[in-house]
């Protein structure tokens, strides 16, 4: 819910406001217009102008800080700390308003740590000034919905939930989110990285684990044991983090045998600098093998230490992976909470939701600004089209997307990436309109041919978006 207090204010690894020792004394630029950049053009030999569009500027944010500290000593500790966080960025990184469920991506480009001998005790002030290239104000959350493609063969497909806990699923992981320790289900990883169970940096539950990696090129993680899984068996494993914006060089999934590595997934192009995403991958247990360990490992950069968090551990074996549960949040421990398997028993009365239409879904933008979206296309398709319906604004791709690939496309720089790295932008046919999300209910339409030999339309279309204002 929105309100006028501040609250918290997140940069990185320090938090800033109440609870806090960084006081937030006054905050300059967030609820501000931008300057606005006009394309008016005057009227020969007439009085006023012809006007155009308007756009605005970058956007500037000063921050002023009261640094509160019990001793001296801690005073520069406090100061110390708040340099560090506030480098020159090569990249933008996330500046959160907690509590006022808001998100820009900006650079610091002033710091102003004042020193004044007489009253430099337990007291200090700061001053930061972070300029937002980009101007819009985003909601905290990430918002996603998605459809398969529209086939006339397989009608029509009506949402099906279930009453009470929803399809029977088992989470393997024995000790998944921390909420009673860290050391009897989980290990470290990395003779260079401290682990923390901390309560400041949390996705699910009150605890998160926090690795603190102290030189650079090193490695530092955890590893979660799990219910052992035979081989021939495919293994799902999904983890959240957060890690932050600069010095995480490398980021991959494990699967183990305990101290044996049995497979490597690298998965940072799935995180998210700044906020905590859901890092997730598969693999198929070799003949011979037992897996009963999986790992989240990080890597730091050349730049020097880093800290990065987890949260949130899942391992489930079958095609896909569900959204996080434990036996405390949807499901129920199968022996010791949080040092057993959890299971998310099988509903029994089928509810029916309202029918929907297959090939189409909605997107609410809750801001007042037009949201630019992210699209995912799964395939198999070929010449796939996103129509946004509220607008008419039609995208279609000249492109045949096998089973197992995916692209990414980004409507703000215009990229598409097939499986979110090889650039395929000539994919985009002649005319298209690229689609945004206008504030309110937006509808799009998803469309494809099936490949030869293909059962019905299986394409998958994932819109991912955040609340958008100015």
Not at 136 to 159: C, I, K, V, W
Not at 393 to 412: C, F, H, S, V
Request: hydrophobic letters at 35%.
């Amino acid at each position: 819910m929105a309100q006028q207090r501040l609250g918290r204010i997140q940069w990185g690894h320090l938090t800033f406001g109440p609870g806090t020792p960084y006081a937030v004394t006054a905050l300059e630029g967030l609820d501000d217009l931008p300057d606005i950049r006009a394309e008016d053009v005057e009227r020969p030999g007439q009085h006023g102008d012809y006007t155009g569009p308007d756009y605005t500027g970058p956007r500037t944010i000063q921050l002023k800080l009261g640094l509160r500290a019990e001793t001296p000593d801690e005073l520069r500790a406090l100061t110390l700390a708040l340099r560090d966080a506030t480098q020159p960025q090569r990249q933008p990184a996330a500046l959160a308003f907690l509590d006022q469920d808001l998100l820009v991506w900006a650079k610091v480009r002033k710091r102003a740590l004042s020193y004044d001998a007489e009253y430099l005790w337990r007291v200090g002030d700061a001053v930061l000034e972070l300029y937002c290239a980009d101007p819009y104000l985003y909601g905290l959350e990430e918002r996603q919905a998605s459809t398969n493609a529209y086939s006339p063969a397989a009608g029509r497909g009506y949402p099906l939930t279930y009453a009470g806990a929803g399809p029977a699923i088992r989470n393997l992981v024995l000790n998944p989110s921390f909420e009673e320790s860290f050391t009897t289900e989980t290990s470290g990883f990395g003779t260079n990285s401290t682990r923390s169970r901390v309560n400041t940096e949390q996705y699910v539950g009150q605890y998160s684990v926090q690795h603190a990696i102290s030189v650079a090129s090193a490695q530092g993680g955890t590893s979660w044991n799990i219910e052992p899984v035979p081989a021939g068996q495919l293994v799902q494993f999904g983890v959240w983090v957060k890690i932050p914006s600069t010095g995480i060089a490398a980021l991959e999934l494990w699967w183990r045998n305990q101290t044996t590595n049995l497979a490597t997934l690298p998965v940072l192009a799935q995180a998210v600098p700044g906020t905590w995403a859901r890092v997730s991958g598969s693999y198929t247990v070799a003949a011979g093998q037992t897996c009963d360990r999986v790992s989240a490992i990080a890597t730091t950069s050349a730049a020097g230490a880093a800290t990065w968090w987890a949260d949130a551990a899942m391992v489930q074996v079958g095609p896909s992976l569900a959204p996080y549960f434990d036996g405390s949040t949807g499901g129920v421990w199968e022996g010791t909470p949080n040092a057993s398997p959890s299971t998310r028993p099988g509903g029994t009365d089928r509810v029916y939701g309202s029918p929907g239409t297959s090939g189409r879904l909605t997107a609410v933008n809750r801001g007042a600004s037009p949201a630019y979206p992210v699209l995912r296309v799964d395939g198999p398709v070929a010449n796939p089209s996103i129509e946004q319906v509220t607008t008419g604004a039609l995208l279609t791709l000249d492109a045949t997307i096998q089973p197992g690939e995916y692209l990414l496309i980004d409507t703000r720089t215009r990229a598409v990436l097939l499986m979110g790295s090889t650039p395929r932008r000539d994919w985009v046919r002649g005319g298209s309109v690229w689609p945004v999300l206008l504030p309110g209910s937006n509808e799009l339409a998803y469309r494809g041919a099936a490949l030869p030999g293909a059962p019905g339309q299986t394409s998958l279309l994932t819109v991912t978006w955040r609340d958008t204002s100015l």
